[in-house]
């Protein structure tokens, strides 16, 4: 079984609400990802947590929150984002945070009004 | 820094053709890894194949195989018998390491549009 999961698929959000993406893998792997996507670009990493510990942050704005409450779960809380937050959410796992091949979950589409 | 280059925004081919995309990439490293992800309309990433830098042989995988030329920097997929199913973006990726030397990002090219024409 090589599936990650996401949910939801599409969200719709305003400008100061509080929502949650959430992402599973029952994989065993050890290293998750966060990508955010715009049309027609490749992914751009947001979060790496190694070990369920955040080991990465790639100046991700704070009105993105990760979080990794176990080894199968990622979740990115989002608070007051800004219409250039749409887009494709892209979640990730690997067995090791070493150069092994991530796996990509099939994203959550958000769009913020 | 590593970049990913790929040349071609948007390619085109029959199906039952055979089509290759270009990738180049930059890097000063002398063990890494590379891959071609397909996005298919669908959105979600998979993984086509890998290569390991310091492998000779060049990675196949039933249909799509790879032509690494490691001193060139150059990594092209190439795609035998087109089916309908294969129309997607194809993303090059150079696995990267992080500062800290334990975490590795995909650094991605742009990517390649392709069309499988019936």
């Known amino acids: 079984d090589t599936e990650v999961t996401q949910t939801p698929k599409h969200l719709v959000m305003g400008m100061t609400n509080k929502k949650s993406l959430k992402c599973e893998q029952h994989?065993?792997?050890?290293?998750m990802y966060w990508y955010k996507q715009k049309a027609k670009k490749p992914p751009e990493l947001m979060f790496v947590?190694?070990?369920?510990?955040?080991?990465i942050n790639e100046s991700v704005p704070s009105r993105f929150s990760p979080e990794c409450p176990n080894s199968s779960l990622l979740n990115l809380h989002l608070h007051a984002l800004q219409p250039e937050d749409s887009a494709l959410y892209l979640c990730?796992?690997?067995?090791?945070?070493?150069?092994?091949?991530?796996?990509f979950g099939p994203g959550t589409r958000l769009t913020v009004t | 820094a590593q970049t990913v280059t790929q040349s071609q925004p948007e390619m085109s081919v029959q199906e039952a053709e055979t089509v290759t995309l270009s990738c180049t990439y930059d890097?000063?490293?002398?063990?890494?890894?590379l891959f071609w992800y397909k996005q298919p309309p669908s959105r979600q990433m998979i993984l086509v194949i890998r290569?390991?830098?310091?492998?000779?042989q060049n990675a196949t995988e039933n249909r799509f195989s790879v032509n690494f030329q490691k001193a060139a920097k150059s990594f092209s997929l190439k795609i035998s018998d087109s089916q309908l199913g294969d129309a997607a973006m194809y993303f090059c990726?150079?696995?990267?390491?992080?500062?800290?030397?334990?975490?590795?990002?995909?650094?991605f090219g742009k990517g390649t549009l392709l069309t499988v024409n019936p």
């Open positions: 290569q390991e830098a310091y492998k000779q």
């Open positions: 994989m065993g792997h050890r290293a």
């Open positions: 990726a150079y696995r990267s390491e992080l500062s800290g030397g334990s975490n590795y990002k995909l650094t």
């Open positions: 990730a796992s690997s067995l090791e945070p070493g150069p092994y091949e991530q796996y």
């Open positions: 947590y190694s070990y369920e510990k955040l080991s």
């Open positions: 890097t000063s490293e002398s063990d890494y890894y």
